[in-house]
């Protein structure tokens, strides 16, 4: 009866190391999620300031309460902006 062949195992090699990747965001990550931030809350304040205030402010005094959805809209895109920020 033949015999099979024995099998040579080779001497581990530890991969190579890799230099460390360095995670950075483009600069305009930071200023555009702080300007969304920023705008959205500014947004809030103007509306509650105008509906306060009773004064006529075009785009303001025609959405309403929709004012709010809109403020609430940029600072939710500003968060959202900042899940790309490294």
Do not use: C, Q
């Amino acid at each position: 009866m033949p015999k099979s062949r024995l099998r040579r195992k080779t001497a581990f090699t530890p991969p190579p190391e890799k230099a460390p990747v360095r995670l950075e965001s483009p600069p305009w990550v930071a200023a555009l999620m702080v300007g969304l931030l920023l705008f959205g809350l500014a947004w809030l304040v103007t509306f509650y300031v105008v509906n306060a205030s009773d004064k006529n402010v075009p785009i303001i005094t025609d959405l309403h309460n929709w004012n709010l959805l809109v403020g609430f809209a940029f600072i939710a895109a500003g968060f959202g902006v900042s899940t790309r920020w490294k």
